[in-house]
């Protein structure tokens, strides 16, 4: 997500500073929350106006949203994690394209870096593959080991 | 007159009905996600959503508005036709000639490639129900082709790559493609477009591939040799993009699948539901039993409704 945040920096949407990241992951791990609930939580160590404050500017820059309740705001997340993510990869690859005449160029460097990262997750797969067949294998071998040694066990008994 | 204005009403039922219900279906088909049911029960039920309004209007527009016309519309008044039903008959026309001509074109640019990987290509096994070929190194690694006669294509790198184990494992896997016939299925999909399907199509065949997993994996042992020939057909570079009626090994989230095989677990697969086809029985009866009791009703309802849009 942290990624997510920096790629989102440098788009032509509103930047978010470490701590609106942060009341947005506590806001996404709520569901929604009003400012005393955040606090209460514990993790944010911050005052009420600040944190509320920055609650106020999440709402303006499109990424909450809120309903009265009572004389506070109720704050919901406008996105989950991955369409905030998906949103802004999406921006980040139009802004790439839209970049004028060398626009080719911009595309050549995504495909080859979405070419190491294919080949970087195959990598990963592959271990992951060869991981679980060594796993296999050693039960297998265990087993085959106690299948052996239960009628020598019977023997010496 | 008679017979074109009863042509051009049934159209205009029919594109209304149809734009209506795939409206419908575009909004709504995410909700079966929250279903905890097998793959092959998910895949089914999105194929079903995805042609449901092209059979809905259909049927509807045959056992309803066609005989309301027949038998409620005097023959002998000459009434006029406005020029909505006219320009919605055109519609319905031109969406009909569009599914047609995207079937034919997905059709032959499919013959037309399959042709291609298929030149010094020989028989490797004659099965009942499918062929296997071993094709040319440059050929897609593991694909299924055709609708009458499947055949399923293994290139020579392909059986250079996999283990004896591995490749029979992916074959199984194409062939439960056949069993599902899916390539007949992607077909149906190009004559009922539609703004919006193409994430229920994708889906669709994300849930298909996960069905045809899970149909060929019968142990941990199967599901680690799956995962292992997804891995290593995935870095074999396709030369092109597969028409349409193919359906590859290599497709939809590779990782996803590689993620699910290794995790395989018979005990969590036998926990989800598996709807099976003849549940919709009950239903169907009922609602063949609503429309027999209240047929005349129903008639005479579409016809006001025909009249309505007619005016």
Known sequence: ?157 | MFALRGIAVSLTFFVLLYCLLSGLVVISWRWLKWLRATKQSLAGLLFVLRVFPLVASVVITFAFVVPSFQLLEPRSIDEGMGAMPLALGLCALLLIAYGCFRVVAAQTTTTRVVARWLEGAHPLNVDARTVTFRSRREAPPLTLVGMRKPRVLVSESTIALLSHDELQIALKHELEHVRSRDNLKKLLFRFCPFPGMARLESAWSQAAELAADDAAVSNLDDAVDLAAALVKLSRLVPVEAAPVCTVGFVTGSISARVTRLLAWDEAAKAHSTKIRAWYAIPPALVALSCVFATYGPALALTHEMTEWLVR
């Open chain 1, 1 to 157: 997500m942290t990624k997510a945040f920096s790629i989102f920096g440098s788009s032509s949407r509103p930047q978010l500073g470490p701590f609106e990241q942060q009341v947005l992951q506590e806001l996404w791990s709520h569901g929604s929350a009003t400012v005393r609930e955040l606090l209460a939580d514990g993790k944010i160590h911050q005052a009420y106006t600040t944190v509320m404050t920055t609650m106020d500017r999440l709402y303006k820059k499109g990424l909450l949203e809120r309903v009265a309740e009572g004389r506070a705001f109720r704050y919901t997340p406008r996105h989950t994690p991955e369409e905030l993510q998906r949103n802004t990869a999406l921006e980040s690859i139009r802004q790439l394209l839209g970049s004028g005449e060398a626009s080719r160029l911009p595309l050549s460097y995504l495909v080859e870096a979405l070419s190491t990262h294919d080949a970087q997750l195959l990598d990963e797969l592959q271990l992951l593959v060869e991981r679980k067949r060594r796993e296999i294998q050693s039960r297998k071998i265990k087993a085959g080991d106690a299948v052996t040694r239960e009628p020598r066990d019977r023997e010496r008994r």
